[in-house]
């Protein structure tokens, strides 16, 4: 555990009855037995704790008895539906609740009750009127029975805010804010509740703590031993919530409103992806109606990190969030060919919007001449002239509407003209005429010829076999030539190869589509009629983005709000942004706020510092890092090769990647290997020689936490992004760095996934960046 230096804060008591986890975390004791009489408030604690996970089981049966009493009581309607859903929603989500601690803190504050789950005129977390009361923060609200106080308070609620905002400088009415500790991967057993710790906040002494075993000493947070254990605690399998270990400057991104957007640069380490996961919880909490009716997006940048962090929501009892990516979220069809990286650069690219535009509506054409429109029977035809409908099609062309909404306004406008000339000749005509004449023969041939119908895959097929009229003065002629796509199939005539006339539905849609066509179908999707939006998206990884997928995003969260995460430093892509302003843009928020995260909690400042040595490397205007965590090691080897030959080479830098592996499998937590792409199959097959289990990426991502300990995950460079591991063997940086042009921001990325230790092993020379740092 970390003992961390702290300002001059609170008197602090704490107390821990098991035996201490390292020596050096034990202090001097005021009374060695029983410090300031804790031991005894930990044993009422434990008794607390029994009663709340009683109460729990009880809500939980009382929820699904309400939905069958529901279901018999009202058995149809649309009140009864939404009645019903609600019911077996609420159900659900406490029967999904996870085994674990049901509080991690406690708030005494100093002097009239009030709803400690309501918001009111006075936040809570500014003082409020809660006088004499104490309230037992943790994941979700527990109570006896729905008109009973909580034996819980909901982290969420506005009298929680002070659990992670009040301190001795500004006590917010707290006398005492007390942290529990719980044993490593708690259940929630009576026993599992280890220590506590007490701040004495309105006392405004400013004396340093007294403590007890492993539970006292300082730390992060004010100089909280429990909080700093909790934050260093070592990582088993997927992402565990920050709950219990908020700390300010994240509270005040968490409680932002939901007609905010923001944007957090946050460096490694910092929290930015529990920051955005803890956003979405507190405003589904905050807004439920507003949040349910629209819906929640989290979009991550591959499956494998979604489910890195996929029980994080639900730990904090929110179980009905889409998690997804960019690519599943506009994936029309499957991927089936690769862009070679110039074709691709250029359809990422943000010139591509009007391209796709001009390449839709120059589908419109201009009316030539009148319309003749029999009436039902025969006996008389109703006529338009030419100057009418080309005024209708101008007009709503200029409207820009979505293109298949364009279409249905010119038919409506056109029936619109035959009406009123048909009442004028022979009185008001109904309905049923009005929905006959539009759907005539005349009429819809005339549509098709003005205003056609069309799909995604028609018109981008035959944009990209024919790109100069719609790219004329956007594209250079080069770029033009990057994507440019020889035609197949066109016409509907027998036969194939290149015909004129438009390329039929059938075989555009049966073409190989890249991943970066695929963007630009959902482009013409958005032009062509309006994709259902979001509430709010919350985008992790966003540096990545290109800026259409950017505007893919935007069209999603059209009428709600953004959490934009990220940080340039880890940008990879041939189009990573270089500034959040510019990507804003893209995204539809260029007011947003960009909110820097630059302290982390857990990677070793050691590790911080040698990635900072490549910043200057990278291009781009971030603030270095640093880490309140000292612990931690970084060790640098240098592996001896018997000989020039690369296979030499490779199998040398094998033998001390096994080496250090063995050496991390002798610690707790998590081991990631991460090398160069073209380096893992070797590495894997190495260590499974030694005897050693090994997984790859996806195969921990199937398993969802499954995974045995001791085993090792193996993963190439371009796919470490957003994942942590306690102890990371980094193999051969140089190969890393030279594998693609963002090599280097890929080693930044790979050397920040230690989060206790990183061992980097090398047979080449470093590159110069971290030379300095070899010894």
């Known amino acids: 555990m970390t003992a961390l230096p702290s300002p001059p804060g609170p008197r602090r008591t704490s107390v821990d009855p098991i035996d201490p986890v390292d020596p050096a975390d034990s202090v001097d004791l005021v009374d060695p037995v029983d410090p300031v009489g804790l031991v005894g408030e930990l044993e009422r604690e434990r008794a607390y704790h ?8 009880g809500m939980v049966d009382d929820a699904r008895e309400q939905v069958v009493i529901g279901e ?16 077996r929603s609420y159900a659900k989500e406490l029967g999904q609740e996870p085994d674990g601690p049901l509080f991690f803190g406690r708030l005494d504050f100093a002097g009239r009750s009030a709803d400690p789950e309501s918001p009111g005129e006075q936040d809570a977390g500014q003082g409020g009127d809660h006088s004499g009361q104490s309230y037992h923060i943790g994941r979700r609200r527990i109570t006896e029975h729905p008109a009973a106080p909580p034996l819980v308070v909901d982290w969420r609620a506005p009298v929680s805010r002070a659990f992670y905002r009040a301190s001795a400088r500004d006590p917010q009415g707290v006398a005492v804010r007390r942290r529990f500790g719980w044993a490593p991967r708690s259940t929630g057993k009576q026993d599992e509740l280890t220590s506590l710790e007490d701040e004495h906040l309105a006392s405004g002494s400013g004396e340093e703590g007294v403590g007890a075993g492993a539970g006292a000493g300082t730390g992060v947070g004010g100089g909280s031993a429990i909080l700093t254990r909790e934050i260093e605690r070592p990582r088993v399998g997927p992402m565990r919530d920050i709950a219990a270990t908020i700390q300010p400057e994240q509270d005040d991104l968490v409680r932002s409103g939901l007609g905010l957007s923001l944007c957090v640069q946050g460096a490694p380490g910092t929290g930015k992806t529990a920051v955005g996961l803890h956003r979405a919880a507190y405003l589904l909490y905050t807004y439920p109606q507003r949040i349910q009716r629209a819906g929640l997006l989290i979009l991550g940048p591959n499956r494998t990190f979604l489910s890195y962090i996929s029980e994080v929501l639900p730990a904090l009892g929110e179980t009905g969030v889409r998690q997804s990516t960019v690519a599943d979220e506009i994936a029309l069809h499957p991927v089936r060919t690769e862009d070679p990286e110039a074709a691709a650069v250029v359809k990422h690219d943000a010139r591509m919007a009007e391209v796709l535009r001009r390449a839709l509506y120059g589908r419109v054409a201009a009316p030539v001449g009148p319309l003749t429109v029999p009436d039902a029977d025969g006996s008389y035809s109703w006529r338009l002239g030419l100057d009418k409908l080309v005024r209708i099609v101008d007009e709503v062309r200029a409207e820009a509407p979505p293109y298949a909404i364009g279409r249905e306004r010119v038919r409506s406008r056109t029936v619109r003209e035959l009406q009123l000339q048909a009442e004028r000749r022979a009185g008001p005509k109904p309905a049923n005429w009005v929905r006959r004449v539009g759907g005539s023969q005349a009429v819809r041939e005339y549509l098709d010829a003005v205003w056609p119908r069309t799909r995604p895959e028609e018109v981008l097929a035959e944009l990209l076999a024919d790109p100069a009229e719609a790219c004329e003065g956007i594209l250079t002629a080069d770029e033009q030539h990057a994507i440019h796509r020889p035609a197949r199939g066109r016409g509907r005539g027998p036969g194939s190869g290149l015909r004129s006339g438009p390329m039929s539905a059938r075989v555009a849609r049966s073409l190989p589509w890249s991943a970066a066509d695929l963007v ?43 959490t934009v995460l990220g940080d340039l430093a880890q940008g990879t892509t041939p189009w990573a942004a270089r500034s959040w302003p510019a990507l804003l843009a893209h995204l539809g928020r260029p007011e947003a706020p960009v909110i820097p995260l630059t302290t982390g909690f857990r990677v070793p400042g050691a590790v911080v510092a040698l990635a900072n040595r490549l910043l200057t490397a990278l291009d781009v205007d971030v603030p270095p890092a640093r880490s309140l965590c000292r612990d931690g090691e970084l060790t640098i080897r240098q592996v001896s090769v018997p000989g020039p030959d690369a296979r030499e080479g490779l199998a040398g830098l094998a033998g001390g990647v096994v080496e250090a592996v063995r050496a991390a499998l002798t610690r707790e937590g998590s081991v990631g290997v991460i090398a160069a792409d ?35 995950t193996v993963l190439a460079a371009t796919e470490a992004k957003g994942l ?26 790979a050397l920040t996934r230690a989060v206790s230790r990183l061992d980097i092993v090398h047979s080449r020379p470093l590159p110069g960046a971290l030379r300095e740092a070899a010894p």
């Open 50 to 57: 029994e009663t709340c996970r009683a109460a729990l089981i």
């Open 72 to 87: 018999n009581a009202f058995a149809s309607g649309a009140d009864a539906e939404v009645l019903g859903r609600h019911l």
């Open 520 to 562: 630009l179908l959902d482009e013409l999707a958005g032009l062509i009629e309006h994709p259902e939006g979001y509430g709010h998206v919350v985008v992790d990884e966003a540096q990545d983005l290109s800026p259409m997928e950017c505007r893919a995003i935007a069209r999603r969260a059209v009428f709600g709000s953004l």
């Open 678 to 712: 073209t380096d893992t199959d070797v590495l894997r097959t190495a260590l499974r020689a030694a005897g050693i289990a090994t997984a790859t990426a996806d195969e921990i991502a199937v398993a969802a936490g499954g995974v045995t300990g001791g085993t090792v």
């Open 724 to 749: 942590e591991y306690d102890h990371v063997v980094l193999a051969e940086p140089a190969a890393i760095v030279e594998a693609e042009a963002k090599g280097a921001h890929r080693l930044y990325v």
